[in-house]
């Protein structure tokens, strides 16, 4: 079964079932409220312990940690060392390259900049996530390049994975069947 843990909030049910394969558990953590992304990095620490408890409490073993985001990377790099697992970090966007193409259209100053987005902590939190998870993925050939230059990652520790399916390949059960008659 693939468990996805997000954060908990808004009278949100803890308990998602998708499917039979597929569940999402949402963790308390940082109150009920909306949290801006941006700042979501504060509260990480009470979501990583709060979802240890979690996994403790019903008897869940994991072989490694996948994460997305920053936010998730720091939350998956708290567990990597508490549960002495693997922790394999998806960054989807790169903070470096984000701000270089934010700032260009932001017309307000730096600093009202930086209060919106928080790139600093963003970024600085980023590099210790890319250099001590187990590896990355990157979702395009431009993004592993970055994190390979930019964050002077061996190569051997970014991987590439396109994100998307090729319907080609996959395709719902029902039309296999179809076109072998």
Request: proline share 6%; charged share 30%.
């Amino acid at each position: 079964m693939l468990i996805i843990f997000t954060r908990r909030f808004e009278d949100q049910p803890e308990i998602d079932e998708v499917d039979e394969r597929v569940r999402v558990v949402r963790i308390p953590c940082g109150g009920n409220d909306f949290i801006p992304k941006e700042y979501l990095y504060e509260h990480i620490p009470e979501f990583a312990d709060n979802l240890q408890n979690w996994i403790i409490t019903n008897k869940h073993q994991y072989k490694f940690i996948n994460s997305h985001y920053w936010d998730a990377g720091l939350a998956g790099e708290i567990l990597r060392k508490e549960l002495s697992i693997p922790h394999i970090h998806t960054p989807h966007s790169v903070g470096i390259w984000k701000k270089n193409n934010m700032e260009k259209d932001f017309d307000k100053s730096e600093a009202e900049f930086e209060k919106i987005y928080n790139f600093e902590d963003r970024t600085k939190y980023e590099e210790t996530i890319f250099n001590d998870c187990s590896g990355l993925v990157a979702t395009t050939p431009i993004q592993q390049e970055m994190l390979i230059n930019e964050y002077e990652l061996p190569e051997q520790k970014v991987t590439m994975i396109p994100p998307g399916y090729d319907d080609n390949k996959f395709f719902p059960y029902g039309r296999c069947i179809e076109s072998n008659n």
